[in-house]
């Protein structure tokens, strides 16, 4: 027994060896066959591999720092690369929710990785509790050099689906397994409130612009009107944007009827977005908050209600990001996002992409703990 043991041994670690050299060899063909096509780059590249006398990141870093270098020669100013990871946490933001354990998750001043699980969550309800450390995700060691999307995107997973976690109590030396079952987080894109100095005023924060942003903004009013709102503020600061389709479902919210926006692809006709029948809220009084960071679908919103009269924009003028980005998913998760249309709001003067929508009532907000914007606009809904 002990004699086939030692025969066997070099025989896998020979045929181990055999194994990672041919894969390496295949790699390195299946490389150079996606690259042949620019030959200058592929002189390149098989000299920096055969001649530097650094050690070179493996082939996917090299493939992903190929992918950012095609990109910005592209010169579309939006164009960009998002590795898996980061790919699919910016799909869960977009989505509105995700499968996961519902847990928050703070690396402390000392490194170590602590969760804080929400409150009746499946975290909470597995026995996980606030300072927990984590050690351990399935497979995958927690080191304090990892980077936090790493870890976040560990414990998402299909919804039913369950992983494992290695913990450590707060005060304690024996880290324990805890085995969750994921289940349908939200990520809410909208907060709300009643204004303190003014009951009758709802504050409606949107911080990204999600295919459940629509429906959180109408629970939104529905809820502040049940409290006694009877005038809102649509606060679309700091907002980047998110879905175009979601945008024009948030405009439709507010507006009686008529043309929302336009957009061109390119080598196409132009498409028309309209709303035939007035929705909900188009009769609430609202005023609508923008400053230099408002963009993209954001603006669709607050452009499209402007052009038709039917709310004040105040604070600074918006971003002004009047095109397109569609995302492409690539073959090992990873994505990147070309610009490949234009939109515009027809009845703006000035146009969106000369400086960005143009607040009605301009109040610039200075660095004060007072938020002068905020304020300017219950004082104009006191009067309405």
């Known amino acids: 027994m002990h004699k086939s043991r030692y025969i066997i041994l070099p025989l896998l670690i020979f045929f181990g060896f055999i194994g990672a050299f041919l894969s390496g060899f295949f790699l390195k063909s299946y490389f150079d066959s996606q690259i042949k096509e620019f030959p200058v780059l592929n002189q390149a590249y098989n000299i920096l591999i055969n001649h530097s006398f650094l050690n070179l990141p493996e082939s996917r870093s090299l493939e992903y720092g190929m992918i950012r270098g095609l990109l910005a020669a592209s010169e579309d100013p939006y164009a960009s690369f998002q590795e898996p990871v980061q790919h699919e946490l910016e799909s869960n933001n977009l989505q509105g929710s995700f499968g996961g354990i519902g847990v928050e998750i703070i690396q402390g001043m000392d490194g170590k990785f602590l969760v804080y699980p929400i409150k009746n969550g499946p975290a909470s309800n597995a026995g996980l509790l606030n300072e927990d450390q984590l050690i351990q995700i399935d497979d995958l060691k927690i080191t304090q050099e990892m980077q936090m999307d790493d870890i976040t995107a560990a414990l998402r997973g299909p919804v039913g689906q369950s992983v494992s976690l290695i913990i450590l109590h707060k005060d304690t030396d024996n880290p324990i397994e805890i085995i969750i079952k994921r289940e349908e987080i939200h990520l809410p894109s909208v907060t709300y409130h009643l204004a303190p100095v003014d009951s009758s005023i709802g504050i409606i924060n949107v911080n990204i612009i999600a295919e459940s942003t629509s429906e959180e903004i109408t629970n939104a009013i529905n809820q502040l009107q049940i409290e006694g709102a009877d005038k809102f503020v649509l606060d679309l600061r700091d907002n980047g944007g998110g879905l175009l389709t979601a945008g024009i479902e948030i405009a439709k919210l507010f507006l009686q009827d008529g043309l929302i926006m336009q957009q061109k692809y390119r080598g196409q006709e132009v498409d028309s977005f309209h709303t035939d029948s007035p929705g909900p809220f188009s009769g609430v009084p609202i005023v609508i908050l923008v400053n230099h960071n408002t963009a993209s679908a954001a603006e669709i919103i607050a452009g499209a209600i402007q052009a038709h009269g039917r709310a004040k924009l105040i604070g600074e003028p918006t ?66």
Do not use: C, R, Y
């Open 319 to 384: 971003f002004g990001k009047d095109s397109i980005q569609l995302i492409f998913d690539l073959q090992d998760g990873s994505s990147i996002h070309i610009t490949a249309a234009k939109w515009w709001i027809p009845g703006l003067d000035p146009p969106l992409g000369e400086g960005g929508l143009q607040p009605d009532i301009v109040a610039n907000q200075n660095d004060s703990q007072i938020d002068s914007t905020m304020n300017t606009a219950i004082e104009f809904l006191k009067q309405q």
